[in-house]
C-alpha cells in the first residue's frame, strides 16, 4: 500500500467566466521515503494539486471525480460534500495536518498569525496533537531552530520582526516539528540566499531520510527539483504530462514541454549552449483547447495532436508520458 494515491483527480474553480480546469485526470502514488518533484510553469496546478491533499483549497473549488487515499484511508470522503464542494474544516482533517502531513507554504508573512510570537505559534503546532508541557515544547522548538539556523533567542519574536529568510525557516522548522510523514514544500526556499538555501535543503532531505517520511516539492527552480526529488511530475495545464525517475528525466525526456523546460535553464556541466525559450503562454484553462493542451506551443504537433487528447502512457516499467509521438520526438532531440 502507497503513502499516498491519487487516483483520477479532476478539480475545477467556478468564476463567474466559467469553470476552470484547474486539474484533470491527475494520478500519483508516492511510497513512504519517496520524493516527488512537480515541476511547471505558473498556473499549471502544482499548488492545488499538492494542497487538494489537505483540502486547504478556496470555497469555490469543487471535486469533479477522483479520490485521493492517505495510508489507506480515502479523505475525500471526509472533505466532499455532495454537491462536490470542499469542506476544508471537516472532522478528522486537523488530526491528519501538521501532524501526518505538513506544508511549508510560500508566503512565509502570510502563514503567521501576526499577533502571535513564532515559537508560540509553533508550541499551538505542537500540543494541538501532543499532550507535552510547555518547557518540554520549548525544548523542541530551541532543537527546531538550531535545525534552520535561526538564534534560539528568537523564539518570543513576532512575525514581523523576523526578516523574510527567517520567517520561511521558522516556517520550515514549524513543518517538521512533529516528524509527519508527508512534507508538502511549496517553494521551500523562497527569500533564501544560496548558502541557506543549500544548508536548509540538505537538513530537510537527511530529516526526510531519518524518519522515512516522503516529501512533494513544488519549485520553478528545477535545480533545487533536481538536488532534493527522486522522481519528478512534469505539469501543464492542469495535466500531468510525463512522470519518471529524476534522472530519467533529465537524461532522456519524453514529452516536447519536458525537453522545453530543460532547455531553457542554465546548466554549468557540459558544453554550452544557447537557451531556448518556449513560444506562446499557457492556454486558458476556462475553455482549454481541443487535443493536447500543449499542441498550439509544440514544434513537433500534428493533426492528430491538436485533435486527440494523448493519454499518458508508459514509457518503460517507472516512466510514462503523454505524448502521441513521443517515440519519434525522442529520435530527433
Request: aromatic share 6%; hydrophobic share 40%.
Amino acid at each position: 500500500m502507497s503513502l499516498l494515491e491519487i487516483k483520477d483527480l479532476t478539480i475545477y474553480y467556478r468564476l463567474q467566466g466559467g469553470w476552470v480546469h484547474a486539474i484533470e485526470n491527475v494520478s500519483v502514488n508516492l511510497e513512504s521515503g519517496e520524493r516527488l518533484g512537480l515541476v511547471g510553469e505558473s498556473g499549471c496546478g502544482k499548488t492545488t494539486l499538492a494542497y487538494s491533499i489537505t483540502f486547504l483549497l478556496p470555497n469555490n473549488a469543487y471535486l469533479k471525480s477522483g479520490t485521493i487515499k492517505f495510508e489507506g484511508k480515502d479523505l475525500t470522503k471526509i472533505a466532499i460534500k455532495k454537491d462536490g464542494g470542499i469542506n476544508m474544516f471537516a472532522e478528522g482533517l486537523r488530526d491528519i495536518r501538521w501532524k501526518e502531513i505538513s506544508i511549508i507554504f510560500q508566503s512565509a508573512m502570510n502563514s503567521f498569525n501576526p499577533v502571535m510570537t513564532i515559537g508560540d505559534q509553533i508550541a499551538e503546532a505542537i500540543q494541538t496533537h501532543e499532550s507535552i508541557g510547555r518547557q518540554e515544547t520549548e525544548e523542541r522548538i530551541r532543537g527546531l531552530y538550531e535545525i534552520v539556523g535561526i538564534p534560539k533567542d528568537r523564539m518570543d519574536s513576532f512575525p514581523h520582526e523576523y526578516s523574510g529568510g527567517m520567517r520561511q525557516r521558522s516556517l520550515i522548522a514549524m513543518s517538521i516539528a512533529l516528524n509527519p510523514k508527508l512534507i508538502i514544500a511549496d517553494e521551500p526556499t523562497t527569500a533564501l540566499d544560496v548558502i541557506t538555501q543549500d544548508r536548509i535543503l540538505a537538513e530537510l532531505v537527511k530529516l526526510q531520510k531519518s524518519s522515512n517520511s516522503s516529501m512533494i516539492i513544488i519549485s520553478h527552480d528545477i535545480s533545487i527539483v533536481a538536488q532534493l526529488s527522486t522522481k519528478i511530475a512534469i505539469m501543464y495545464a492542469g495535466e500531468i504530462v510525463e512522470m519518471a525517475p529524476t534522472r530519467e528525466i533529465f537524461k532522456a525526456p519524453r514529452h516536447p514541454y519536458t525537453m522545453a523546460l530543460l532547455k531553457a535553464f542554465p546548466s554549468i556541466r557540459g558544453e554550452k549552449r544557447r537557451l531556448v525559450t518556449i513560444p506562446g503562454s499557457p492556454p486558458d484553462l476556462v475553455n482549454p483547447p481541443k487535443g493536447c493542451r500543449f499542441s498550439p506551443r509544440c514544434p513537433f504537433a500534428k493533426d492528430k495532436c491538436k485533435n486527440e487528447e494523448p493519454q499518458l502512457r508508459e514509457v518503460s516499467a517507472d516512466h510514462s508520458s503523454a505524448c502521441h509521438f513521443f517515440e519519434e520526438i525522442f529520435e530527433v532531440r
